[in-house]
């Protein structure tokens, strides 16, 4: 039995589609990303764990699979997404038109690509139809390379293809027992970011604070916090208890939204509230108003396996073998997924400059100001979000901010990284 391998990278350091169908297929993407949150947030081993993944990079490469998928296997990719209720060419157009639109963000101070890359064994049969559609629709063919004897050759090609696509900043992606002589397919979505604020924080604002990782208040952590005090766009939502507040990227195309609960320990509820219509709503409800804003710097990398994720959110066919259906990109050999492997990765700091150091531990009473205040001193969410094309980019939690580069995922995966299977 052929199996086919999915991965996923995306690091944060034809004619356009346009229209209802795509607008809501991209709201359908972004929900999906919510329901992902849900499903982490229920995973006690991520209790205390900081988060990172991107729903649009999980989609794109899926829906490269939707494309071959076929019978019950398609039926359950299309409800966990919500995309049942189009055509078949209406999802991949929008699809096709978020990549275009991410793409054309692009400026000199703002790094925005997406790639897909589909590598396939020597002699796979696939299909016409699917050769056709991915580059159609996703601006990639398939490459043949001989995963069966030469298995480290063509880990070596697709991790030459990562190293290309993210700037030179991932290396290796794939370790040596990735690959073997049953894998037949490896599709790849790598999205890479690096923007700079809009209205960068100054350095010398920077401070050491404390940064309450739970009520507990023994539970706190010695942070460096960017600070300023201007204009942004604001909304605090009394019915949900939280703050929501913009962070344009340069070009104002991209922005960040931090949101803050009004509680040390309001986070999971928010997780399991939050939904893509909540999430709109708070977008039109923001109003331009002066904020002192306090954020810490941190770093986060992480990788998952999805695979059980998927499952919780109903595609389950796609993983056994001889039951799923993915006769649309081969009708000859028995195709199914072994893993949906994903790694993100983001930093956060005043626009890439290293603060000076401070000694000591600054504290601040309560400033009487009639301005709102946003003081991230307890766990937060964000969301990297593009506004031309509604689509949410990246999603995450920060519970324990560092600025250390450190896998904090527990357990071994099938690959032998640092990670957690979900």
């Known amino acids: ?101 991410v793409q054309e963000s692009e400026n ?34 398939l490459a043949k390379v001989d995963f069966k004897e030469g298995p480290e050759r063509a880990r070596d090609e697709i991790n030459n293809w990562v190293e290309r696509n993210t700037a030179r900043k991932v290396k290796n992606f794939l370790p040596s027992n990735a690959i073997n002589r049953d ?35 023994d539970n706190v952590i010695e942070v460096e916090m960017m600070s300023r005090k201007s204009k942004h766009n604001y909304f605090e939502d009394k019915e949900h208890d ?11 195309d991209i922005s960040m939204f931090i949101v803050l609960p009004g509680e040390i320990n309001g986070l999971s509820r928010l997780e399991n509230m939050i939904t893509a219509k909540i999430f709109s ?11 002192t804003l306090s954020i810490p710097k941190f770093k986060l990398n992480q990788q998952f396996e999805l695979k059980e994720a998927l499952n919780k959110l109903g595609i389950t066919d796609l993983f056994e073998p001889g039951t799923a259906d993915l006769s649309g990109i081969s009708s000859v050999e028995s195709l199914y997924v072994s893993h949906v492997m994903h790694k993100a990765y983001v930093d956060v700091h005043e626009q890439g400059t290293e603060a000076a150091a401070v000694t000591g531990i600054l504290m601040q009473k309560r400033s009487i100001d009639p301005h709102p205040e946003v003081h991230a001193n307890h766990p937060f969410l964000f969301i990297i979000y593009h ?22 995922m527990k357990g071994v995966n099938d690959f032998g990284h640092q990670s957690i299977e979900l």
């Open 183 to 217: 894998t037949r397919l490896a599709l790849i979505n790598a999205v890479y970011f690096q923007g700079t604020w809009l209205y960068a924080f100054q350095p010398e604002r920077s401070y050491q604070a404390l940064f309450y990782a739970s009520s507990d208040l």
């Open 1 to 101: 039995m052929a199996y086919l391998v999915i991965l996923s990278y995306n690091v944060l350091s034809t004619e356009q589609y346009h229209g209802d169908q795509a607008e809501v297929v991209i709201e359908n993407i972004n929900d999906f990303g919510f329901d992902l949150l849900k499903v982490f947030n229920q995973d006690e081993r991520l209790d205390e764990e900081n988060l990172f993944y991107s729903p649009a990079s999980i989609s794109l490469s899926i829906a490269m699979v939707f494309l071959g998928s076929r019978g019950n296997t398609a039926d359950q990719i299309a409800k966990a997404f919500k995309w049942y209720a189009h055509k078949f060419e209406e999802i991949h157009l929008a699809l096709k038109s978020l990549q275009e639109a």
């Open 281 to 291: 709503m708070w977008l039109i409800s923001l109003e331009n108003t002066t904020v």
């Open 108 to 141: 000199d101070n703002l790094e925005m690509k997406i790639a897909n890359g589909i590598w396939g064994h020597h002699e796979l049969h696939e299909t016409g139809e699917f050769k056709e559609s991915t580059m159609e629709f996703y601006n990639t063919s």
């Open 242 to 252: 939280c703050q929501i507040i913009e962070l344009p990227y340069s070009g104002n």
């Open 387 to 408: 506004k031309s094309s509604d689509a949410v980019l990246f999603i995450g939690r920060v519970k324990r901010p560092t600025v250390k580069e450190r896998e904090h």
